[in-house]
């Protein structure tokens, strides 16, 4: 079973910039394809960005296009969660996720498509 854990997230500024990443010890990471979720107080998980395995196809929620960007690091053991231009809204817990099917050319957005699933990482954002 996959373990994955998350790491980068805190409290910032509106406007300011985090970067979250995911990582596993497990090699098959290196082919699944990955997502970001995110889970505010009372509210439900939601879809944030996913790739996938190669990272030549990427999506985004509409609430986070052009601020956000997901990625692989160059050796594909880490996935990052760039975040710019934060807003308070995007405060909630984010979580990484992975699919355990390798290569798999597209993404996906729902969480139920998913199988294997960090801890989560707070992510707070002041006004």
């Known amino acids: 079973q996959v373990q994955l854990v998350e790491s980068g997230g805190g409290l910032v500024e509106a406007g300011g910039s985090l970067r979250l990443s995911c990582t596993t010890s497990e090699r098959a990471f290196l082919l699944y394809p990955m997502g970001w979720f995110r889970q505010a107080p009372g509210k439900e998980r939601e879809f944030v960005a996913a790739m996938n395995w190669i990272g030549s196809s990427t999506g985004y929620a509409d609430s986070v296009k052009g601020r956000f960007t997901i990625s692989r690091d160059a050796d594909r053991t880490t996935v990052n969660l760039e975040m710019n231009s934060l807003k308070p809204e995007d405060t909630a817990v984010y979580y990484c996720?992975?699919?355990?099917?390798?290569?798999?050319?597209?993404?996906?957005?729902?969480?139920?498509?998913?199988?294997?699933w960090g801890q989560g990482t707070p992510v707070t954002i002041s006004s």
């Open positions: 996720a992975a699919r355990q099917a390798t290569l798999i050319e597209q993404y996906f957005t729902s969480a139920h498509d998913y199988d294997t």
